[in-house]
């Protein structure tokens, strides 16, 4: 029982960490768009407790499954969202799979692919901008879409944002297992 609650206390973090960079364009649109670049320095400290607690299959699965099934419930969904996150999560899995689940490699390893998730919610800017637009004007405050026309044109920057996410989610995942050292050393 006790860690059913810690697990679905996980998933709880998880989904306030998506909230917050999601809230993020409140600031600017810009924040939207790349916040994802920075939300591996919290989501690593529940992935990392995530797959101390699931010693097999369905770390990344649960976080990301809770996630899909709370924002179809919300209304906050669409296919690219749905199938980036399965992706995602699924290549999290494998390459946590491969490197064996109990494993800190494992799991450092799983994280750069999971670390990528936010950025799922955050493309129908580039799938679907004209959609986007429209929605930014009827929801945001006058003269939002103007802001947001020149971040979604810039595409180059949200290539870049994206790999640079890359060494940000390695060094989350490092500073997660200095953070929570009980967690890291019942790893391999």
Request: charged share 15%; proline share 4%.
């Amino acid at each position: 029982m006790k860690k059913v609650f810690q697990l679905l206390l996980m998933v709880v973090a998880y989904v306030a960490i998506f909230i917050l960079g999601a809230s993020s364009g409140i600031i600017h649109p810009m924040c939207y768009a790349y916040v994802g670049l920075i939300l591996p320095l919290l989501s690593a400290f529940v992935y990392l407790n995530t797959a101390t607690l699931l010693r097999s299959f369905g770390a990344a699965t649960l976080l990301n499954g809770s996630l899909l099934i709370l924002f179809l419930l919300a209304g906050e969904i669409d296919v690219v969202f749905i199938v980036g996150m399965i992706v995602l999560a699924a290549l999290a899995e494998i390459i946590r799979g491969v490197l064996h689940y109990d494993t800190l490699k494992g799991v450092r390893w799983s994280f750069i692919p999971f670390a990528l998730s936010f950025f799922t919610y955050t493309l129908h800017w580039w799938t679907d901008t004209e959609g986007s637009l429209a929605a930014a004007v009827e929801e945001m405050p006058a003269g939002y879409d103007e802001l947001m026309k020149p971040v979604i044109d810039n595409t180059p920057m949200l290539v870049i944002v994206i790999l640079l996410t890359i060494p940000v989610a390695m060094l989350a995942m490092r500073l997660a297992e200095r953070t929570l050292k009980k967690q890291t050393l019942l790893l391999r």
